[in-house]
């Protein structure tokens, strides 16, 4: 025993050195990685056909492997994607839950950590406005959460409809309509495809991305009444941070008798910021949700959150009965996840929420917002930028003029901001949802983006000149 706990004691002095050295370097450290995956996957082989060594240097290895090929994704002047970093509480929390190692499918096997997570996704409810007596999953992310959420919307449609799709399975059953927006996330296409849907109908969608409810309407009209139907609203537009009108779509919705599921994989937040809370108004009206915690709330990857009104559909899509298991009357974790073994995921989201408290939860998404403001005015008064979206919540879209110079202007590694296409244009894109992203990480991002548009135009005149008779 006294060797094992030695190796464990050199494994985890080991990697609570990098880990230091690499969060303590974030504040100055370019963003992005310098190696590429091929640099780092020929070095790692290499070493796998090297005799074994101990498990302190294995974490050494891993350190100097990896290292020039990390994206300082927790760094505050990171803008890519919709990413979000670490809080210091959440990575303790994360830590232990890989040492403790329960595996968290049944309560009465791994009661400590179930009732940690059964009390942080009680109080995910309150904090995020949506019925108490849900049912909370914790996935692997917004994609499996809402894949979750999506098989009970089929549960549930499909047995109003007479049809039991658990035992019958679709083929030979009624066909369900599903209706999202024009601009929805892909990952609610991803959950339609792994739930056997196929390709949904879009309904078109406003300048800033959010569904047209006069549309939404001619679409629920377009079909007899009770025919089995889904509705795919969103909360946050990767693009544009906009709302989907969710309480006035959910309402018409259910006139029709569908299903109204919400993917807010960062935008659900809005409702836990008394600032930003109109944005989502109406949105415990709907009857499921899927959300991020590794996103807005910051716990280390990977953590999803799947919410369902009524737990029955639930329970009905996902859960399991056999001999072997540990069953009870009351759900366990795995009766409403896709998961059957898992890690703890949701023990890092209580040590967040008990680190930030209701007011600090609260403050954290309204400072993601002001930041994000401050971002999309400073970028605004760059020459030629045109800011392209309503900043009313943590995204920014900005362009710099033509698609070629949009295109062109990219932040020199201080920063970290992805390029994509928006509402037809070539656009620079900000999201911001690091915690802590300050004052000094706007200012010195904004410095980025300045000298990147300045050599831009640098270049172009010189083309120009080479070029001219
Ligand atoms: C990120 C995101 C998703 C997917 O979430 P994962 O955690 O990557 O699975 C879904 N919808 C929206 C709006 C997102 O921003």
Known sequence: MGAEADAYDEALRAAASH?????????????????????????????????????????????????PGLMAINSGRFFGWVMGGVLPAALGADWLVSSWDQNTGMRAA????????EAAGEWLLHLLGLPAGSAVGFSTGATTANT??????RNAVLAGAGWDVEENGLAEGPRIRVLVGEDSHASVHLALRYLGLGRPERVAVDDQGRLRTDALALALEDAPPGAPTLVCLQAGNLHSGAFDPLGEAADLAHRHGAWVHVDGAFGLWAAAAPRLRHLVAGLDRADSWATDAHKTL??????????????????????????YLLSTDVADPLDVTVEMSRRARGVPVWAALRSL?????????????????????????????????????????VSFGSDERTAAVIADGTAWMSGSRWAGRAVLRVSVSNWSTDRADVEASLDAVRRAVAAVDGRRRGTAAQTAP
Do not use: F
């Open 19 to 67: 880990a230091r050295a690499w969060l303590h370097q974030l504040p100055d450290r370019r963003v992005p990685p310098k190696a590429t995956a091929d640099d780092v996957r020929a070095r790692a082989l290499d070493l796998l056909t090297e005799p074994p060594v101990d498990a302190a240097q294995v974490v050494d290895e891993l350190a100097a492997l990896a290292g």
């Open 148 to 153: 979750s959420c999506l098989a009970a919307g």
């Open 110 to 117: 791994t009661p400590g950590v179930a009732g940690i997570e």
């Open 357 to 397: 408290g209701e007011d600090g939860v609260a403050a954290l998404v309204e400072r993601l917002v002001d930041n994000a403001r401050a971002l999309a005015d400073g970028l605004a008064s760059l020459d030629g930028a045109r800011v392209l979206n309503d900043v009313v919540y943590t995204q920014v879209c």
């Open 298 to 323: 910051n716990v280390p990857y990977d953590c999803g959150v799947a919410v369902v009104h009524d737990p029955a559909p639930m329970r009905a899509a996902l859960g399991v009965r056999t001999s």
